[in-house]
Each structure stands twice: as structure tokens, then as C-alpha cells.
């Protein structure tokens, strides 16, 4: 199994249950560029990929986007709602925090990919800006910094289509296996397929 290189992680006990699947993906991105890693995280639903973007954040490359997306996800207004202290070692169910607790151990400051409003949309960041003027300093247990709270500059990531789990067989298969949001039929032959029968419906072919 590929662990954490972050001393901020907690006991392998939290690293149990990683999918084989996972597991190939994690081995992948290890040799990919951070494009990949943007364009992943953002294929993401819900709670169900936690554990693979607690691994990323735990990563000494993740880029700053990475954790951006990552820290606005986690709803951080409804976080100043009731502030709360930090863990050491957070795990993969408090992704607020472990972005929180890496950044003061000097994770993430490569920052190469831009913040696009899909990862942090302007008015959520707004929102959480407006959150902070309001509350207090003595009231919050920890500092959330300004670059998180500004997530500007970067450039757009730019995905080669030989990387892109859109057109390539085996990462579409794989993507689709841990959940993560690929087109609901494979690249190539399939899915041409299924865009013609869709074609026919839509002009009146195949129906009776």
C-alpha cells in the first residue's frame, strides 16, 4: 500500500480499507503532473473519495489548488459556525483541518495551477471573508491564512488528452471502478456506439 509522506498523518489504523483500485490510481499519480491531480480531485463526489484527497494533501508535491479545492469543499464558513481547536493529525473525515495543519508544516506552497471557480466559487469565498471579519480573533482556535482566504494566481491546468481519463481506455476504466465522474461508457468503439443510438432517438431512428 502507498502511505503518507506527511508526519501530520494519523496511525496506519486510519489508512485501512484502501481499494486495490485506489491503490493503482494512487501509484499513478505519483508519476503524473499536477494537472492530473487538479483534474482527479475535481472528479470527485461528496464524502465517498476522502481518503484519496487526504492522501494527495498529505503529498509534499500537492499544489496549492489542490488544497484549495480541498479547504472549500469542507464548507469552511459553517466551520467558524462552532470553531473548534485542531487536531494533531487529522484524518480523512476532517479535510478542513488537515489542509489547516499541513499548510503550518509548509506544505503547499508550490502554487502552479490556477483556483477556478469550480474548486472555490467566488461567492462561497465571499462568504467565508465576510465569516471571518465578523468573528472575533480571540474566538477562533486557529488561523486560516490569507492565501486560502485570496486563492489567486496560478495558471489554468492544461491536461494532454493521453492523460485524460475521458479518452483513455484504461483510466477511464479505473476512474469509473473508485466512482469518479467519467462518461457513463468508455472511449472509443462504445461510446461511439452509444452517441449513435442516442443520434437515431433524437431524429426518430429506432423507435416504433
Not at 488537515?98 to 502552479?112: E, I, K, S
Not at 482556535?141 to 481519463?165: D, F, M, N, V
Not at 461511439?192 to 426518430?204: E, H, Q
Request: hydrophobic share 40%; net charge positive; aromatic share 8%.
Amino acid at each position: 500500500m502507498i502511505t503518507s509522506n506527511n508526519k501530520n498523518a494519523p496511525p496506519r489504523a486510519h489508512r485501512a480499507n484502501v481499494s486495490e483500485s485506489e491503490v493503482k490510481l494512487r501509484r499513478l499519480l505519483r508519476d503524473a503532473p499536477q494537472d492530473l491531480w487538479l483534474d482527479t480531485i475535481r472528479r470527485t463526489r461528496s464524502d465517498a473519495h476522502n481518503g484519496l484527497i487526504y492522501w494527495m494533501l498529505n503529498q509534499p508535491e500537492c499544489d496549492f489548488a489542490i488544497a484549495a479545492h480541498a479547504f472549500y469543499r469542507a464548507n469552511p464558513a459553517l466551520q467558524l459556525e462552532n470553531p473548534k481547536p485542531l487536531s494533531v493529525r487529522p484524518g480523512p473525515d476532517n479535510l478542513f483541518a488537515v489542509v489547516l495543519v499541513n499548510w503550518d508544516t509548509g506544505f503547499f506552497r508550490g502554487h502552479t495551477l490556477k483556483v477556478e471557480p469550480v474548486d472555490a466559487h467566488p461567492r462561497v469565498v465571499a462568504r467565508l471573508n465576510e465569516k471571518i471579519n465578523l468573528t472575533p480573533r480571540a474566538e477562533l482556535p486557529y488561523t486560516i491564512p490569507r492565501k486560502l482566504l485570496h486563492p489567486e494566481g496560478g495558471e489554468p491546468a492544461h491536461l494532454s488528452q493521453h492523460l485524460s481519463p475521458d479518452d483513455v481506455p484504461y483510466l477511464w476504466a479505473l476512474y469509473a471502478d473508485l466512482g469518479l465522474r467519467v462518461p457513463d461508457t468508455a472511449p472509443g468503439f462504445p461510446r461511439k456506439v452509444g452517441k449513435a443510438k442516442g443520434l437515431w432517438k433524437r431524429v426518430g431512428f429506432g423507435t416504433r
